[in-house]
């Protein structure tokens, strides 16, 4: 398994895949979640909110396994390079409506 080694102290995103390894029994019509805690930071601040949240603990192979984006980086848009020079010059609005 490939984890990206350039990462923050908390990792958040959608938990594609949930209930593939273990069942998982609760409300997902709004989506599910997946935090990644990355180092002791993370722990610390994790551990000052954990009980004000639902969590459920699983493992970082059912999380990698629905989600790409933790397997490897996404690929950028062929007109990245084109939307951060328009973008510096004259703003979001114009980049997007340019480039997208």
């Given at each position: 398994?490939?984890?990206?080694?350039?990462?923050?102290?908390?990792?958040?995103?959608?938990?594609?895949?949930?209930?593939?390894?273990?069942?998982?029994?609760?409300?997902?019509?709004?989506?599910?979640?997946?935090?990644?805690?990355?180092?002791?930071?993370?722990?610390k601040f994790?551990?000052?909110?954990?009980?004000?949240?639902?969590?459920?603990?699983?493992?970082?192979?059912?999380?990698?396994?629905?989600?790409?984006?933790?397997?490897?980086?996404?690929?950028?848009?062929?007109?990245?390079?084109?939307?951060?020079?328009?973008?510096?010059?004259?703003?979001i609005k114009?980049?997007?409506?340019?480039?997208?």
């Amino acid at each position: 398994m490939l984890i990206p080694t350039v990462f923050g102290d908390i990792t958040i995103g959608d938990f594609w895949g949930l209930g593939d390894e273990v069942p998982f029994y609760g409300d997902t019509k709004n989506g599910i979640s997946v935090v990644l805690i990355n180092n002791e930071k993370g722990y610390k601040f994790f551990d000052e909110i954990k009980d004000k949240i639902f969590f459920e603990k699983r493992t970082i192979s059912e999380a990698v396994k629905g989600n790409a984006q933790l397997r490897h980086a996404s690929e950028k848009h062929q007109n990245y390079h084109e939307f951060l020079e328009i973008y510096s010059k004259k703003g979001i609005k114009e980049a997007l409506e340019k480039t997208l």
